[in-house]
């Protein structure tokens, strides 16, 4: 749709121009987080060659996945949560019931995140465990951990997402396997394995090396087509792009290329576009910039249609950019905690208009430590403010054609596609790993960052604007220490009541499975399916991964 100028226009321009002809001279030039100019007003003329002429729920999804948008059912609250053991951790499970979190239709959500040692694919028992048992998330190695995570939630009506890091095949295995000891089929079976090994573009962990870990995740995307076909294989972890330093330009081509790098491998693994890309799902990042984040989940709509489009998807659903939106952490600071409170509601109010189907917010004072109660259960409280009070969820895209937001949007998605293209072009992805460009360019905008906020350039308040001296008064949350001896006794005690022959048994089999996978021959999920029902933990299922696969660390 074009806009037709009238007269009435150009006399109001005119006027425009007139009134601020004695000072624009002193406006200062502004620009995005991404670099992006900013004018200080915007008119239909910036919208001349935008195409305007799309409605919610309609390809390329612009406007959002849905017609009416959150009419008929608002976002997920998915509150990340996970401390101890699961004795501790499902504790806080029907705590945040009780507050009232919900997902779709007033399902239950569980956004569990695990302990270091579990991410790491050892038990308890390891050496290296000593010291992060049940911190920063729980800890989950057994069959009867995993026995305690589902007990009597409803598997149709219940969704659990599991933050494994590079340990999500073993722990997708351990949830199947206590699913049928329940008697029940991992048909039922909804979630989200969070399958975030090219994350290691940007975070300096130990993971597989690269080509293994693409075939990783497809061995569990083929597994869950068959056996789980409402589980989310593959999270496109574009927040820890975010995290690490990314720009929200950089953020949206690196992350799309990152989903375009599972679509190709998918593909040339004999999956059929229809069959997995709808499957696929994202996590993003949410800074304070409202209006460019904003812009960026519309442009990022857009543009995962189009490469799914083009990838041979056929059913418009299964074009749809499926996101959860982690509000980011590097925003919050330590100075003057409760200020945080305003950066989270401004992040969730940009997801919130964005579009997006599920929402974390964290809690202001992550910035010290562990959330306490009381700053987990106000973050929740932000969502449903927002929800319940604000009215934003009345209106599908409410920004939809504001002269700006529609000029950010087309901007963001002409940047990121230039990145994007750039990337494809020397290899995609996969290759952008192997030569560290990602990391390097994105370490680049972090350093930038940083200049921007020490200089005072990038105003941060609490940090280089109002500094305040006093000291304020904090209880930060306490670890329970005694969580680690809790954790090893459990762990005794599950090996002490199984058939460790028939565990070992099992262990050779993941072995053999690896080496299979490894020559192209065979899958390697029945193996560990089989030998989470036998008993074996997470730990030892990561260990023949590990001699199979090895790890990779980035520069």
């Known amino acids: 749709m074009k806009f037709e100028l009238s007269d009435r226009f150009e006399a109001a321009k005119e006027t425009w121009a007139a009134r601020r002809a004695r000072y624009a001279e002193r406006l200062r030039p502004a620009k995005t987080l991404s670099g992006l100019p900013v004018k200080t007003v915007y008119t239909p003329e910036d919208l001349a060659d935008s195409d305007l002429e799309e409605m919610p729920g309609a390809y390329p999804f612009t406007r959002g996945l849905h017609p009416d948008g959150y009419a008929l059912t608002p976002w997920m609250q998915q509150m990340v949560f996970g401390y101890g053991t699961i004795e501790e951790t499902r504790q ?13 239709f007033g399902h239950k959500v569980f956004n569990t995140v695990y302990d270091i040692p579990c991410m790491y694919g050892i038990d308890a028992d390891h050496p290296e465990a000593k010291g992060n048992l049940g911190q920063c998330g729980v800890h989950m190695s057994t069959g009867d951990d995993y026995d305690e995570l589902i007990r009597g939630w409803d598997l149709e009506t219940t969704n659990f997402s599991m933050i494994t890091g590079d340990n999500c095949l073993p722990a997708l295995a351990l949830l199947a396997a206590a699913v049928e000891r329940r008697g029940e089929p991992t048909h039922k079976m909804h979630g989200n394995s969070m399958n975030w090994y090219p994350r290691i573009a940007v975070q300096d962990i130990p993971s597989w090396e690269p080509r293994w870990g693409y075939a990783l995740m497809i061995d569990l995307i083929k597994w869950a087509k068959d056996n789980a076909p409402a589980w989310n294989p593959a999270n496109i972890f574009m927040y820890g792009l975010s995290e690490a330093g990314a720009t929200p330009v950089q953020e949206l081509a690196y992350g799309l290329s990152w989903g375009k790098s599972i679509i190709d ?3 040339e693994a004999g999956l059929a576009p229809d069959d997995f890309i709808g499957r696929l799902s994202f996590q993003i990042g949410c800074t304070v910039n409202l209006f460019e984040e904003v812009a960026k989940f519309r442009a990022h709509r857009r543009m995962w249609a189009k490469i799914c489009k083009e990838a041979g998807v056929t059913k418009p659903s299964n074009m749809h950019a499926r996101v959860h939106v982690h509000t980011s952490g590097y925003v919050l600071t330590q100075q003057q905690l409760m200020n945080n409170n305003a950066r989270i509601t401004l992040q969730a109010l940009a997801a919130v208009l964005g579009g997006v189907q599920s929402i974390h917010t964290c809690s202001y004072d992550e910035a010290v430590g562990v959330p306490t109660e009381e700053s987990h259960r106000t973050a929740l409280r932000t969502q449903q403010i927002l929800m319940l009070e604000s009215g934003v969820r009345d209106v599908a895209d409410p920004l939809g054609g504001s002269y700006y937001v529609e000029k950010l949007t087309d901007e963001m998605e002409e940047a990121a596609w230039e990145i ?3 990337l494809e072009a020397s290899g995609g992805y996969l ?10 360019s994105i370490d680049n905008a972090s350093y930038e960052m940083k200049k921007r906020i020490n200089s005072g350039d990038l105003p941060v308040v609490g940090v280089n604007r109002y500094v305040s001296e006093q000291t304020e008064n904090y209880e930060p949350f306490r670890i329970d220490e005694s969580i680690e001896t809790k954790a090893r006794a459990r762990l005794e005690a599950y090996r002490a009541k199984r058939d460790q022959a028939a565990v070992d048994e099992a262990l050779e089999g993941v072995r053999e499975a690896c080496q299979a996978l490894k020559d192209g021959t065979g899958p390697l999920m029945p193996a560990l399916v089989e030998a989470a029902r036998r008993g074996a933990t997470n730990g030892e299922m990561m260990v023949p991964m590990r001699e199979a696969f090895g790890w990779y660390v980035s520069e």
């Open 431 to 440: 290759r952008g790993i192997e030569t560290g460009e990602i990391k390097r």
């Open 420 to 422: 994007y293209e750039e």
């Open 92 to 104: 806080k499970m029907e705590k945040m019931v009780a507050e009232g979190m919900e997902g779709y």
């Open 265 to 267: 491998a998918g593909l």
